[in-house]
T-cell receptor
Framework: GAVVSQHPSWVICKSGTSVKIECRSL??????MFWYRQFPKQSLMLMAT?????????EQGVEKDKFLINHASLTLSTLTVTSAHPEDSSFYIC????????????FGPGTRLTVL | EDKVVQSPLSLVVHEGDTVTLNCSYE??????LLWYKQEKKAPTFLFML????IEKKSGRLSSILDKKELFSILNITATQTGDSAVYLC??????????????FGEGTQLTVNP
């Protein structure tokens, strides 16, 4: 099956710093990537949808200047959490749609961000 | 490499039927198994299972984990058309010292016809 990777798998940073998380589709071209946030025992919260070569579409309530998303190629999307604060600590998960997966979303393993 | 396999990949039933969805896994340092329902966008959390043999129930949905045989099932009784969705199984694994990772199965597409 299609593989999606995320890097780093976990990161600890100081308040006020920026953190970049990468999401890669390893064996297929992802025309669309999704970024989610998850709190323990809760549903995944969709943050934004990114299409290759265009600006991301953010969900209501998600600050686009704080969560910068770049989908520069068909295999890579990045999420940068700018000026991170402790309340940004969470599990960030990406998923990807594209050939050959068609309508199936393939999920990455997630990145745990802890902001001190 | 962690692996999560769901079956069947697709299922079509009539309203009122009972369905059983399967999820088997092979991971290192298992922590928990999660079930989600995905209708349009973000998957909705259903259950988190950490202990073997303890059934979790929510209305017509129930789930149980077998850590010896490395699988979980999700049961839906008296299905309704609103149950039509993709059901995702994910396993959280990893040591607390190195952070956890989630591995998702491919999902089971359930279609409930009236």
């Amino acid at each position: 099956g299609a593989v999606v990777s995320q890097h780093p798998s976990w990161v600890i940073c100081k308040s006020g710093t920026s953190v970049k998380i990468e999401c890669r589709s390893l064996d297929f071209q992802a025309t669309t990537m999704f970024w989610y946030r998850q709190f323990p025992k809760q549903s995944l919260m969709l943050m934004a949808t990114s299409n290759e070569g265009s600006k991301a579409t953010y969900e209501q309530g998600v600050e686009k200047d704080k969560f910068l998303i770049n989908h520069a190629s068909l295999t890579l999307s990045t999420l940068t959490v700018t000026s991170a604060h402790p309340e940004d600590s969470s599990f960030y998960i990406c998923s990807a749609l594209g050939q050959p997966s068609g309508d199936t979303q393939y999920f990455g393993p997630g990145t745990r961000l802890t902001v001190l | 490499e962690d692996k999560v396999v769901q079956s069947p990949l697709s299922l079509v039933v009539h309203e009122g039927d009972t369905v059983t969805l399967n999820c088997s896994y092979e991971v290192t340092n298992f922590r928990s198994l999660l079930w989600y329902k995905q209708e349009k966008k973000a998957p909705t959390f259903l259950f988190m299972l950490t202990s073997s043999g303890i059934e979790k129930k929510s209305g017509r949905l129930s789930s149980i984990l077998d850590k010896k045989e490395l699988f979980s099932i999700l049961n839906i009784t008296a299905t309704q058309t609103g149950d039509s969705a993709v059901y995702l199984c994910a396993v959280e694994a990893g040591l607390t010292t190195s952070g956890s990772r989630l591995t998702f199965g491919e999902g089971t597409q359930l279609t409930v016809n009236p």
